[in-house]
């Protein structure tokens, strides 16, 4: 094995990597601001496409859910008495939620087109499911002045105009 004093300078050069020239470190340096640079745009780039993706998604869960965070007068738990209001498997019982979900005991209905008729009034159209059929129903509902729901044309019921008073429901602790 050579040792050091027998390798000349050159060829210890050769074996060992030579320090980098000034010019070398300054051309390095800005290799290195480029990429950073670079790398720092694509993080920046990343984080404001991801920022707009959250932002649409946001605002599309929010016209979805519109509905639901303004509560119409007529959402709620309803039943024809009181004391259906208290027998959970009532079938003279029913629910509006989200503006445009309706169940009853064995029925549910989802409205695809909800329009004002009148101050307290609204016609829907509903695809209905209940007892293994699916139909379509068109009914008027309203609240009256004493605090009831009218439903005439309902899909369920045995007459085509039910009411309904609200059932008060006592919150979960």
Known sequence: MPTISSISKRSWARRVAPLPTLQQLNELRGLATNFDEGLSRFFVMRATTRFALALSLAAALASECAPAWAAQPYEGFWASTKKD??????????????GNRLYWYETRCRASEITADGKLGWKMKLACEGEGEKYRSNPRVSIAADGRLVMDNSPVGQGKRQTYVRCEIAKKR
């Open 85 to 98: 209001c208290r027998d959970q498997d009532s079938a003279n019982r029913m629910s509006i939620e989200g």
